[in-house]
């Protein structure tokens, strides 16, 4: 009863929209001598009556239209051949009078005549523009004067083909039409309603990935994914992009945003939306995303991260102040501070202070597969390429700087990757990159002024 019940209203709908385009063409079935003008008005009338009964949910059911169609296209063959058939009986069919019996009044019924009019009677009928039957009634209801002997003529099989096709065609229709009527109450006992997992409040970081599944079951399960939030965040790209129910936040999130992912069939007005939080950028790191290219034109994005002071190196150690390092790199990790990249350059550097410039140069070798070690630890089963670079020891040497001063130079530096082209020389790029940002952060400028070039080296984690 419950699908019964559902398919009702579509049901009505299309019969309360044949009826009514049948209603507006009721007066060309009846008067076929309506100006052309008619014609067209209640021709228009009857396809908006019907548009405007019709399920919309039918719409792209490609068995239901031809159903329909065909039905309609077999009916008004009916109707032309019915039309066709007419107009022999007017040319040519007349009446006769007969009688039944003794005692019993003459009867009148219609007749065809032969196509073949004598010669007599088709000279009345040209000279006085007259019906067949008004050349006969003139002729005294003599057939033998009005028509040619032969009866049985190509025009009476005719009429008795058009008569027996426009019937047949009116059969033919209604059988379409409940075929359609039936293909109908199949789509809507087979509807199964639009169902998304996961359907629960998601939050994202920075990069973060969901997948989401739509399930239904229609004439055609065809989805459209969209997103809707704030125009002017969408205008600038920061709401991500969805694509065949896969969602991907933008790499940088500035502040906390909210947005919903919407799944929409493409035949049915029924949507489903999934609420999603956008977590900004954590707090204790600065993000700078540039693009870097390399000698011969290869290029690859960056998003250099460098974490806040309170976390930078201490002073002649190896250890992070205030945290611990692989805790910290698993926090990380956790806030998807590494989710949006496909490597991880981990820098390593030494301040000014110290006076032996082998050791520091250890130093910042030892501190670059430190900060990587924690890094690739955290990452775990993830497969995110780690790249310890040594960037050597500041070189404009200072003896009278306290640590605190020089704090700035023990910064914690990450380089996230992506997109990178194939063979891309990764240093190139990265110091082209540098060069880009070296006016929003001092420590990337100085990187480039005050740690030599010829310092800069990717050290093996295995060693």
Request: net charge neutral; aromatic share 8%.
């Amino acid at each position: 009863m419950e699908g019964l019940g559902s398919v009702l209203p579509g049901i009505l709908q299309i019969v309360s929209g044949v009826v009514s385009a049948l209603g507006a063409m009721l007066q060309l079935w009846r008067n076929h001598k309506l100006p052309i003008g008619h014609r067209i008005w209640v021709a228009l009338l009857a396809i908006i009556l019907t548009s405007t009964f019709w399920p919309h949910e039918l719409s792209p059911c490609p068995p239901s239209k031809s159903y329909l169609l065909a039905a309609l296209i077999v009916a008004l063959f009916g109707y032309l051949a019915h039309r066709a058939e007419e107009e022999i009986w007017e040319r040519h069919g007349y009446n006769q009078q007969r009688k039944t019996g003794t005692g019993v009044p003459e009867t009148t019924e219609q007749v065809l005549g032969g196509p073949v009019l004598t010669p007599r009677a088709k000279k009345l009928m040209l000279e006085n523009s007259w019906t067949a039957q008004r050349v006969f009634d003139s002729l005294h209801s003599d057939i033998k004067e009005t028509f040619e002997e032969d009866t049985w003529t190509r025009l009476v099989r005719q009429q008795r083909f058009l008569a027996a096709s426009s019937q047949l065609a009116y059969l033919i229709a209604l059988a379409l039409l409940l075929a359609f009527l039936c293909l109908l109450l199949g789509v809507r006992l087979m509807h199964r309603p639009l169902s998304v997992t996961p359907s629960t409040d998601i939050v994202l970081p920075g990069g973060g990935e969901k997948i989401f599944d739509a399930s239904l079951q229609e004439c055609d399960n065809t989805v459209v994914w969209t997103i809707h939030g704030s125009p002017a965040k969408k205008a600038k790209n920061a709401l991500g992009k969805v694509e065949d129910g896969f969602y991907s936040a933008p790499d940088l999130v500035e502040e906390d945003t909210e947005l919903y992912v919407v799944a929409t069939p493409v035949h049915r007005r029924e949507e489903k939306k999934i609420h999603i939080l956008l977590k900004a950028h954590v707090p204790y790191a600065k993000p700078l995303p540039a693009a870097g290219t390399d000698d011969e034109g290869k290029s690859a994005e960056f998003q250099v991260e460098i974490i806040d002071k309170q976390y930078a190196w201490i002073y002649e150690d190896y250890v992070l102040s205030g945290v611990d390092g692989a805790a910290f790199a698993k926090r990380m990790n956790a806030d998807g501070l590494f989710r949006p990249f496909d490597a991880i350059i981990c820098i390593g550097a030494a301040s000014r202070e110290y006076t032996k410039p082998k050791d520091e140069q250890d130093r910042a070798e030892r501190r670059a597969k430190l900060l990587a070690g924690w890094v690739r630890d955290a990452l775990g089963a993830r497969r995110v390429d780690v790249l310890a670079l040594k960037i050597g020891r500041y070189d404009a040497e200072r003896r009278d700087l306290t640590p605190e001063q020089t704090e700035g130079e023990r910064r914690v530096v990450l380089v996230g990757v992506k997109n990178a082209d194939p063979n891309v020389d990764l240093m190139a790029a990265l110091r082209d990159a540098f060069a880009k940002l070296r006016h929003r952060e001092p420590i990337l400028d100085d990187f480039l002024n005050h740690y030599p070039q010829e310092g800069w080296k990717f050290v093996d984690l295995r060693q």
